[in-house]
């Protein structure tokens, strides 16, 4: 029988004794022009040599972190606001295996729709009845504050986010954990990346010798940003301070070899970073039978 439809979106990647899966809640597509300070032919070509559509297919990932005594998930996907291409994550969470009500936290990178919609349902209902949800505190205080809308609208872009942020966390709110950096639970540590936005923070596993670093949005277009990182997109509430985060980690995971994830890297999203001279790669790692 021919096939007619894809296979879950769902692969598992253990990092010592902690079992990562990478959750697909499917991609959007979308133009060239949310990238700064590079031509929309220029960027077409990157692209176009990195055999991706054309315009631009944005991968969004999320990914379930497993440990002895904690089910968190990072990140919930666009819920169902964006496109119909998204929104796969509780079709593919099911397929895993893993009832919403078994996640006991939400781990959010930022709070931009493609992230945090997955928290509620159309109605503004929690989703995730047993979670608590953790962000860095920076990222609350821009989110929750009206007055920072002010800013944003006069650059005429991500206006209705902060609409999205306060509905998608209304019913949280009397289980919303905040951090500023370190171990949140044994085997995951906030590693701040701000800069995208303002508390936008990846979160390093590790167990034993192993460690994986999923870096949140670091690239959204990575045939582009990783090449050049000094790309900015129209989303970054701060292009320089993003610029400066986005530097910092390659250089870093490209001299240590520290695997990475990214919720915009093509799915399932985990790659090592090469560096030659002032320029990066990415090299995604193979499917691994034994995880
Ligand atoms: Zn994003």
Redesign the pocket.
Known sequence: MIPVQQIPGIIHRRVGDIVVTAVSDGYLDGSLDVLRDIDAAEAADLVRAAFRPIPRR?S?NCFLVRTADRTVLIDTGCGTAMQPTSGRLFANLDAAGVPLASVDTILLT?M?G??SNGLTDADGQALFPNATVAMHAAEWAYWKDRANLAEVERSGRGVPYFDMAQRQMAPYLDRLELFESGEITPGIAAVPLPGHTPGHTGYRIASGADSLLIW??IA?VPEVQIPRPEITVI?DVDPTQAEASRRRILAEVAASGELVAG??LHFPGYAHVTRAGEKFGLVPEPWRQEM
Request: aromatic content about 8%; proline content about 0%.
């Open positions: 944005t969004v930022h931009h493609d992230h949140g949005d959204h989303y919720m915009h």
